[in-house]
């Protein structure tokens, strides 16, 4: 309940930080700039805020460190006369009733001073009220010092104590100091309390958890315990005592038994029987500690007597050794199962039994007549559980092969087939025949539609549908389609050339275009007509009137030095060039110079034009089946 | 190891090959390669791209309902091995293979026949409209009247005699 909230307490400023934080956090989040000539409500509010917001900062810090600390008596007993014992009640209870006042306090000092604000009638007056407002609630919370300061260690302190749940199962180990309780924790548990040689090493309390029957239990250490009265105790008895007094724990007196400790079994004895009113309704169980030095048995005769006495009363003595582990496990089993029973019967005497009831006990329903119904277990349980028992010599395993075998062994699972003939475990199955699934055809029935299938081909192909029908054309038809192909070609060969023709430039009629008569005769010719010996007709009279020609006059001679020297000027194929045999190099020279160029259907040397520089055969088309990485 | 279908052009894909694309509604998608994986990420319905099966089916371009092609068929029992059955499902396999061929050809063919028919009447009208690009009208005209020319003059000259 309250054990969570021990951690989370919000950190007790010393009352210098407190100051300095509210006061800073004042400047911070409020407005900062005023000036004399601004309205003066404007100012009383300005100033008025800032009391207020000093005043709120303080009471919500004080307020959440009133809530934060537990309050004695809300919390379980045990934590309440643990805290007691270890802060003292009346100063803890002070210190937050004085932390109480100063809230208060400042509330007033606050009210009263905004109420005084109302009427301050200038810059001057209103803050100096501000600043007295401040300087009070600051100088109430300095005179608390004292209490911060005693309330931010016990912070410290409490959040520092083993959580230890007062409800649950608990195991106490009590006795003198140097017994051996801090080893038996360590040994059972996993804490790792400090175990020397001086007494009073364990300070404070210790919890382990360990778990025993599929439940958590707690095991609390405490500090050894001398003998004296209650009062003269110190802290660290106290708390043990506390530790005694509250929980619902089962006790384990621990007692030394070689007398290591540095007291005599005696000495343990008075005190035992000194606290023995502290074990009352818990079971208690005595640990013979360290019987690895010296047994029971080698006691002397009282000594032997002390052991004989208690057990005598009933109560329960475990010879233990932290060191040998002997005895540690029959402590813990013996203590738990008696815990448990007194829990248990502890829960049946509260009002709260019947919730928890039928976990008690087991109801078994009243025979109504004489038939035996047993259990019913199937037989092949029951078969399982014998073969469990008798270890029957088991089947050869892979494993067995394996390791028999060696180097040769391959994993065979085929002879594990259920097949209907078992010779044919071993054989290599056919997947795929050309393509297809041999899978896909597998059918019990294959062989009786292979028949129909192949009878239906049979009919079918005695109806002739097989039949290659081979079209005898006759000759008209073929002389038809030849015609046609003939034509269709014709056609093309047209359009190309239409297509190649010049179309810039202006059109010109047909007229003007002369007609070779070689072209005229040779597409007459095509055509199917006889063009031989057509020189007497109409066309070729032109070209027999281009052979008559006028006779010209010999030309006059030219008359201007220029014209002469252009006449007397060699033409320049010929100009440079000696002989014959230097003008057929040239000659072929020149024609070599120009081959290139007419490979490439170019104008000159410096036509440099493209006329495809995308050629579409190259680039467009449908991705046919091949990759990607060329077309 | 199988040979699975394209989802796309439904082509056969071999064991290392293609691509498998598995749905978040747990449908496998396998593809023979990019160009179908490609197309199935465009969102193209394969009944209506022109080159894959599914569309030659749906459109008619081939054979669909027949025996033959019910053999092969993805059965979900399993038929425990059984020597003879499967020797003789190999040896069946052959034959209805044969029988499936012959059959497909033959629907392609008839399916192309009609196209003859227009192809004939396609030649007559060519012919018909344009043989004045290959023969002028009266191609061995003049070398017939010059011949009934001749022959009439020889006539005459009989009639004189």
Known sequence: MALYNFKKIMVVPTAKDFIDITLSKTQRKTPTVIHKHYQIHRIRHFYMRKVKFTQQNYHDRLSQILTDFPKLDDVHPFYADLMNVLYDKDHFKLALGQINIAKNLIDNVAKDYVRLMKYGDSLYRCKQLKRAALGRMCTILKRQKQSLEYLEQVRQHLSRLPTIDPNTRTLLLCGYPNVGKSSFINKVTRADVEVQPYAFTTKSLFVGHMDYKYLRWQVVDTPGILDHPLEERNTIEMQAITALAHLRAAVLYVMDVSEQCGHALSQQLELFNNIRPLFANKPLIVMANKCDVRKISELSEENQKIFADLIAEGITVIETSSLTDEGVMQVKAEACDRLLAHRVDTKMKTKKVHDVLNRLHLAVPTKRDQKARPPFIPEGALLRRKAMEMDAPKRKLERDLEVELGDDYTLDLQKYWDLMNPEEKQDKIPEVWEGHNIADYIDPEIMKRLEDLEREEELREKAGEYDSEEESEDEEMQEIRQLASQIREKRKLKILTSKEKDTQGPRMPRTAKKVERATLEKEMADLGLDMTDKDDSHYALRSRSLVRKRKREVSAPPTSRTRSQSASRPPRDQSGVRDAKMLKKVKTMMKSSQKEMNRQGRKGESDRHVFDVKPKHLLAGKRKSGSTSRR | ?161
């Open chain 2, 1 to 161: 190891m199988r040979i699975e279908k394209c989802y796309f052009c439904s082509a056969p894909v071999y064991p290392g090959h293609g691509m498998m694309f598995v749905r978040n509604d747990c449908k496998v998608f396998r593809f023979c390669r990019s160009k179908c994986h490609k197309n199935f990420k465009k969102k193209r319905n394969p009944r209506k791209t022109r080159w894959t099966k599914a569309f030659r089916k749906s459109a008619g371009k081939e054979l669909t309902l027949d025996n033959s092609l019910e053999f092969e068929k993805r059965r979900n029992i399993p038929v425990k091995y059984n020597r003879e059955l499967w020797s003789k499902t190999v040896e069946a396999m052959k034959k209805v293979e044969s029988i499936k061929n012959k059959r497909q050809a033959r629907f392609i063919l008839n399916r192309l026949k009609s196209g003859k028919e227009l192809e004939k009447a396609a030649a007559i009208s060519e012919v018909k409209k344009n043989i004045h690009l290959i023969r002028a009208p009266h191609a061995g005209q003049a070398k017939q009247l010059e011949d009934k020319m001749v022959q009439k003059l020889a006539e005459d000259v009989e009639m004189d005699e």
